[in-house]
């Protein structure tokens, strides 16, 4: 089953050169908007941290108005306790992706020296036809002068 619902269900495995292309294009997109993207980020990162604080102080407000005793404390626990939850997956979840944001601005090693070792190949592949087509010249001119090789 190749196909499901006309979406392929195998992927066509990438050539070489497509794996350098698309590394390029990821190596020159990160320079373009990697830093926007850790402005943004920095921003959620903020903006969730003055949104938990604020929430703290809210409920600490209403549990102080409330009296702060008898069967609220249970209530309050399991409250906090979800609430905290609740908020504190996102601004965890939020502090590694900028962690992973600022990671990835310093620059993907593996991106780069792949498509740095590949231009070097390439290069190095073309130094050798130059060198191959040099040698099959010079030997066909001596050829004809009647030189022989040994």
Avoid at 14 to 35: N, P
Avoid at 69 to 75: I, K
Avoid at 81 to 106: M, Y
Wanted: some cysteine; glycine content about 12%.
């Amino acid at each position: 089953m190749k196909n499901f619902l006309g979406l392929p269900f195998f992927r066509k495995p990438l050539s070489d050169a497509e794996i350098v292309e698309q590394a390029r294009r990821d190596i020159k997109r990160w320079q373009r908007f990697g830093k926007w993207l850790l402005l943004s980020q920095t921003a959620i990162v903020i903006a969730l941290g003055c949104f938990f604080f604020l929430l703290v102080h809210i409920l600490d407000k209403m549990w102080r108005f409330a009296g702060g005793v008898g069967n609220l404390a249970l209530g309050g626990l399991v409250v906090g306790l979800l609430i905290g939850f609740a908020f504190g997956v996102p601004i965890l979840h939020a502090v590694d992706e900028w962690g992973k944001t600022i990671g990835a601005l310093k620059g993907d090693r593996t991106s780069v020296l792949l498509v740095k070792y590949h231009d070097a190949l390439i290069e190095l592949s073309r130094q050798k036809e130059d060198h191959t087509e040099l040698s099959a010249s010079e030997s066909r001119a001596g050829e004809g002068r009647g030189e022989e090789k040994c």
